[in-house]
């Protein structure tokens, strides 16, 4: 992935502004603080803001912060990764374009990804974006054995991927899909849908007398990546545009090739605390206007991951 300039809003709510009419109007203000939404110092202190599109849906809290706090986990070129500093790719520049419609700016931290919606639920974040499947289990907070662990999320959907299984250049064990691992190592990120989906496969592999695949999760991909690429694992498992990207630009190609086609592949969300529905449904509306008026498509091809475009924005279309 190249270095990307990401467009961002700068326009936000000032505080100082807001203090300042307060000062000036502070009878007025006393006689109508029964309903701040009719307040003028509002429209003032945002100013360019609320000429967004789309600003209007946003929740109070957001209009007034001027900002979205996001959780990511920036090490999924081209989906989100950090280059000279900064956090780039396709969801940061998604993310820039949403902005645009909802008139706040979008800031992206890096955090551990199977922590991500854990930090969301508690209020760290106020979504997390980073190549999320929205699937049921995400939805209802529940484990792998369909424990309940937490409240679950809601998913405002804008791309859609597979996942897909990653060899060394030239494929020396001869690896054609997801099937040949049978008892063999692969490599994996810790609490990803792509992790799930070899611990699937390997019970099949069980189920039909063949050993089991020695699945190695890493706390980040990076680490997955590393496994392979020094043969202590004969494969890794990733989202397609992620293991895609992989196989072009590591070692200028040299290291990497994707084999066999991707499965299972499912959407990926932005994810909302379930009691913000305000949010989640300003995120659903600013995902189908970048959609309408063609941004949305030419960021995909920006990256090379058009593969992965969505027609309409959907809220909990998981499985």
Same mark, same amino acid.
Request: glycine fraction near 10%; hydrophobic fraction near 35%; charged fraction near 25%.
């Given at each position: 992935? =190249?270095?990307?300039?990401?467009?961002?809003?700068?326009?936000?709510?000032?505080?100082?502004?807001? *203090?300042g009419?307060?000062?000036v109007?502070?009878?007025l203000?006393?006689?109508?603080?029964?309903?701040?939404?009719?307040?003028?110092?509002?429209?003032?202190?945002?100013?360019?803001?609320?000429?967004?599109?789309l600003?209007?849906?946003?929740?109070?809290?957001?209009?007034?912060?001027?900002?979205?706090? *996001?959780?990511?986990?920036?090490?999924?070129?081209?989906?989100?990764?950090?280059?000279?500093?900064?956090?780039?790719?396709?969801?940061p520049?998604?993310?820039?374009?949403?902005?645009?419609?909802?008139?706040?700016?979008?800031?992206?931290?890096?955090?551990?990804?199977?922590t991500?919606?854990?930090?969301?639920?508690?209020?760290?974040?106020?979504?997390?974006?980073?190549?999320?499947?929205?699937?049921?289990?995400r939805?209802?907070?529940?484990?792998?054995?369909?424990?309940?662990?937490?409240?679950?999320?809601?998913?405002?959907?804008?791309? *859609?991927?597979?996942?897909?299984?990653?060899?060394?250049?030239? #494929?020396?064990?001869?690896?054609?899909?997801?099937?040949?691992?049978?008892?063999? =190592?692969?490599?994996?990120?810790?609490? =990803? =849908?792509?992790?799930q989906?070899?611990?699937?496969?390997?019970?099949?592999?069980?189920?039909a007398?063949?050993?089991?695949?020695?699945i190695?999760?890493?706390?980040?991909?990076?680490?997955?990546q590393?496994?392979?690429?020094?043969?202590?694992?004969v494969?890794?498992?990733?989202?397609?545009?992620?293991? *895609?990207?992989?196989?072009?630009?590591?070692?200028?190609? #040299?290291?990497?090739?994707?084999?066999?086609?991707?499965?299972?592949?499912?959407?990926?969300?932005?994810?909302?605390?379930k009691?913000?529905?305000?949010?989640?449904?300003?995120?659903e509306?600013?995902?189908?206007?970048?959609i309408?008026?063609?941004?949305?498509?030419?960021?995909?091809?920006?990256?090379?991951?058009?593969?992965?475009?969505?027609?309409?924005?959907?809220?909990?279309?998981g499985?």
């Amino acid at each position: 992935m =190249t270095a990307s300039t990401i467009r961002r809003t700068t326009a936000r709510r000032s505080r100082l502004a807001a *203090v300042g009419s307060i000062a000036v109007a502070g009878a007025l203000l006393l006689a109508g603080c029964g309903d701040q939404t009719d307040d003028n110092s509002d429209s003032e202190s945002t100013g360019q803001a609320n000429s967004a599109p789309l600003f209007s849906k946003l929740p109070k809290k957001i209009q007034n912060a001027g900002e979205i706090q *996001v959780g990511t986990n920036a090490e999924y070129a081209p989906m989100e990764f950090q280059e000279g500093g900064k956090i780039v790719g396709v969801d940061p520049d998604i993310a820039a374009a949403l902005g645009e419609k909802l008139g706040v700016e979008f800031k992206f931290t890096s955090g551990t990804f199977d922590t991500l919606i854990t930090s969301l639920n508690t209020g760290r974040y106020d979504i997390a974006m980073s190549s999320i499947t929205d699937n049921k289990q995400r939805q209802e907070g529940l484990d792998d054995k369909g424990k309940k662990l937490g409240p679950g999320v809601d998913f405002v959907d804008y791309f *859609v991927a597979g996942t897909a299984v990653y060899v060394q250049k030239g #494929n020396p064990k001869n690896i054609n899909s997801i099937e040949d691992l049978c008892g063999q =190592t692969a490599a994996v990120q810790r609490g =990803t =849908t792509y992790e799930q989906a070899l611990k699937d496969q390997s019970k099949k592999c069980t189920d039909a007398g063949d050993k089991a695949i020695k699945i190695e999760p890493y706390e980040n991909d990076t680490e997955a990546q590393t496994r392979v690429k020094s043969g202590g694992a004969v494969a890794g498992v990733n989202d397609y545009p992620v293991a *895609v990207d992989l196989a072009r630009k590591a070692d200028d190609g #040299n290291a990497f090739e994707v084999v066999g086609e991707q499965i299972d592949a499912g959407p990926f969300g932005i994810a909302v605390n379930k009691d913000n529905k305000q949010l989640t449904e300003a995120l659903e509306a600013a995902v189908n206007a970048i959609i309408e008026d063609g941004t949305y498509q030419e960021i995909l091809e920006k990256w090379g991951a058009e593969t992965g475009a969505i027609d309409k924005a959907a809220i909990n279309g998981g499985k």
